[in-house]
């Protein structure tokens, strides 16, 4: 019966040494976590890591004629390392949760009940009171051994406390994570304390360690994405704010002229850049994707405007059969209007540009394709440096991604495509 024990005993202490240098690895390799959770994780799971190896060694020492000091220098690593993962839970529970641990009274109490446990447990080598070791290696409980377990389960409680008082300061998964690895040990250590001979608590450390990463990383995978669609709709924000004032001021001195030679037509200018207007302040509030039919309304208000003020250089030809289906605001109307920006020319012959959908299997393809005079070395990347936002802002609201081609002839294609 002892031999079964024992090799359960190792196998439960090899398992969390492995589970504690998969979790290392994943914590060294993971550059997407935040900087200071992955320098924690890595210090947190290198301790784990130092832990479960001194309990391996221990419970192959254990009961080993011939090791005696071994076997008790091994547990005593094993319970000093296993009780400094306490507070630096702690530490990561205030990092969590936006507060200093300078002069932290949640700190300075836990550090406080961790000193007294270092202390029992240092004096526990020299005594008998708590646990010892018989000349023949085999180990002992004291009549006192419940008081040195006295300060990490204080330390649990204070950390649970903690943690419910700080819920509404973390994410769902946040206080997910720190309440499995708060209950997990002390689970652990309750059935420990019932099957004597049994390491739970090591098995039981690292797999909660493991849990807690995994709901951390998935928590500010999130939040980053989260980040990432805010920042795209800030800068559709800037987009929008940063309207080119030569090119208001160009359509309003263009409806002055048509209010004398045409009132029909500038009464429609008007009419058009209102709504283009009206679309693009509206996607300053827009966080999510829009009707594609709502971003052609808004580019072809756009192009009525720009076709009164280049009057026979500007043609426009609409291929979109196909409209069911959601784009980020403003990305088929910055397309069109860097088309015009790029290629309307006095000296060059007018500019066709052809505005077509189509659905494929995958989803939904736009395309914008005019005869202008394309990119050149000397454009500097500019146009490129202009429609950047646009995808950005497909990949990280919807998965999808934009194409520019421009052959040597001339002209340009871009291409966005939008996934189902």
């Not at 240092?122 to 070791?133: E, L, P």
Request: proline share 6%; with cysteine; hydrophobic share 50%.
């Amino acid at each position: 019966m002892y031999e079964l024990i024992s090799i359960v005993s190792v196998g439960m202490c090899a398992a969390g040494l492995m589970l504690a240098l998969i979790e290392l690895y994943f914590a060294f390799i993971d550059h997407t976590i935040e900087p200071w959770s992955r320098r924690f994780f890595i210090r947190f799971f290198s301790v784990m890591t130092l832990c479960a190896a001194a309990s391996l060694i221990f419970e192959s020492l254990y009961n080993v004629p011939g090791h005696r000091v071994a076997a008790q220098v091994f547990l005593y690593v094993e319970s000093l390392f296993s009780s400094l993962l306490m507070p630096m839970l702690t530490l990561y529970l205030l990092h969590c949760g936006k507060e200093s641990w300078r002069k932290n009274p949640l700190l300075d109490i836990v550090l406080l009940l961790w000193t007294v446990y270092f202390v029992l447990l240092s004096v526990t080598q020299f005594t008998d009171f708590i646990y010892y070791f018989e000349p023949d290696n085999v180990y002992h409980r004291g009549p006192w051994y419940p008081v040195l377990l006295v300060p990490p389960v204080l330390i649990m409680a204070v950390n649970l406390i903690a943690l419910l008082r700080r819920k509404q300061r973390l994410t769902a998964r946040q206080f997910n994570a720190f309440l499995v690895y708060i209950l997990l040990p002390a689970a652990g250590m309750v059935v420990q304390m019932l099957f004597f001979g049994l390491p739970f608590i090591v098995f039981a450390s690292a797999l909660a360690a493991g849990g807690m990463f995994l709901l951390i990383l998935r928590d500010q995978s999130e939040q980053q994405m989260r980040q990432q669609r805010e920042l795209a709709r800030q800068r559709a924000s800037i987009l929008v704010l940063q309207m080119r004032p030569h090119f208001i001021y160009n359509v309003m001195m263009s409806i002055y002229y048509l209010c004398k030679q045409d009132a029909d037509k500038a009464q429609q200018v008007i009419l058009d850049f209102t709504s283009y207007l009206r679309q693009n302040f509206t996607a300053i509030a827009r966080e999510d994707t829009v009707p594609f039919t709502e971003e052609l309304e808004h580019t072809r208000a756009y192009l009525a405007v720009e076709q009164v003020r280049f009057e026979g250089k500007l043609f426009v030809t609409f291929d979109t059969p196909h409209t069911q289906f959601h784009i980020p605001p403003l990305t088929l109307q910055p397309i069109v209007e860097n088309a015009v920006k790029h290629g309307v020319d006095p000296e060059l012959d007018p500019l066709r540009i052809t505005i077509s959908t189509r659905a494929t299997p995958q989803g939904s393809l736009i395309t914008v394709a005019d005869n202008g005079p394309g990119f050149t070395a000397a454009d500097n990347d500019q146009p490129h440096v202009a429609l950047h936002n646009i995808h950005e802002r497909l990949e990280s609201m919807l998965g999808g991604y934009m194409s520019i081609v421009s052959p040597p002839g001339g002209g340009t294609e871009v291409t966005v495509f939008v996934p189902d």
